[in-house]
């Protein structure tokens, strides 16, 4: 659980790989779209604010959070050059154990993508018990988790890239 009152969004610049030359691509859920706007907005900004150019970063919509996992799929068949992308949704507990078996899907989906493919997917994918938290990490009180996915993002597109290096 996030820490009372703080912000977990905050990031140090000097820390983090220079993105300039990085293509991401976004997919995003429409479900429960004032939240999954929130958090594009807030990794799309983050990519922005570490050099990212607008051109080099693609969004795709689907309908909801289980299907980011196809979306997702697609998006690495379609965009050879990309390096990295995030699978933005939110999911939250209603009165049936629906919330249960789309939260575990999801994230076995995303897993699985992370193992067979070679582009990071990176998971930004509230699971919260109440619109509130959802809220509160998606633009709120404890900052962004989009945010975060966008410097997830830039990490892991520096590692893939190094990885690669080291592997030729």
Known sequence: MATANKNLSQYDKETIPNAKNFKF?????????????GLFQGAFDAFIDNGVLKENIVRWNVPGSFELIYGCKKLTESFEM???????????????????FV??????GIKD??????????????????KQQSI????????????????????????RKDAKFYKD
Not at 103 to 108: I, K, M, N, P, S
């Open 25 to 37: 691509g976004i997919v995003v859920s429409e479900w429960n779209e004032d939240i999954t706007q």
């Open 82 to 100: 990309l390096d990295a992308i995030i699978a933005v949704g939110s999911v939250i507990q209603g009165e049936t154990k629906h919330f249960d």
């Open 103 to 108: 939260c575990e899907g999801v994230t076995q």
């Open 113 to 130: 993508l992370n193992l067979q493919q070679d582009i990071p997917v990176i998971f930004c994918v509230l699971t919260d018990n109440t």
């Open 136 to 159: 509160d990490r998606s633009g709120g009180k404890y900052g962004n988790k989009g945010t975060e996915a966008a410097i997830a993002a830039i990490k892991m597109a520096q590692l």
